[in-house]
């Protein structure tokens, strides 16, 4: 091959070649879908205050597990899953993020945290796992949940 031949060869694949930059952006895309996906087979899982399993599970083992699944270890509980990761703001959200929530109610506070799933024109939509209907989507959009809102965390940067 000619060295003008070899040239342009080189300067094809250098073209045609993903950069480092949308290798990294795939791989995040493919573990966020991972993570989401790993959630989603929790679906209609009863509530179990404590509970770690499909026979029964509690909003930060939702989050735990589902990001276990594609290699990452967040902490246990939803008030110290809220400290991990890097913060978002309600414009920066996106697929993968979890939300925690901060409930009161007769002298009791109590944390929950759900993961975003989709955003979309129609709504911000999430998975949690629900004390009274189990782990189920919701609206973040809905009033409930967006006036308690307590923070953004995202896990995969």
């Given amino acids: 091959m000619n060295r003008i031949g070899f040239l342009i060869l080189a300067l094809a694949i250098l073209v045609t070649a993903p950069t480092i930059a949308q290798k990294k952006k795939i791989k995040r895309a493919q573990a966020i879908q991972k993570v ?3 959630a989603y087979t929790y679906t209609g899982t009863p509530y179990k205050y404590g509970g770690t399993s499909k026979t029964g599970i509690d909003c930060s083992a939702l989050m735990q597990n589902s990001y276990a699944q594609a290699g990452y270890s967040i902490p246990r509980t939803a008030k110290a899953q809220s400290k991990y990761g890097k913060k978002v ?8 993020d979890i939300v925690f929530f901060k409930f009161k109610s007769k002298r009791e506070k109590w944390y929950h945290s759900g993961m975003v799933t989709s955003v979309t024109p129609d709504g911000t939509y999430f998975i949690h796992a629900s004390s009274s209907r189990g782990v189920v989507i919701s609206d973040l959009n809905a009033d409930y949940y967006k006036k ?4 953004i965390r995202r896990v995969i940067k």
């Fill in 36 to 38: 989401v996906d790993a």
């Fill in 148 to 151: 308690n809102i307590k923070a």
């Fill in 89 to 96: 703001g309600w414009t920066g959200i996106r697929q993968g």
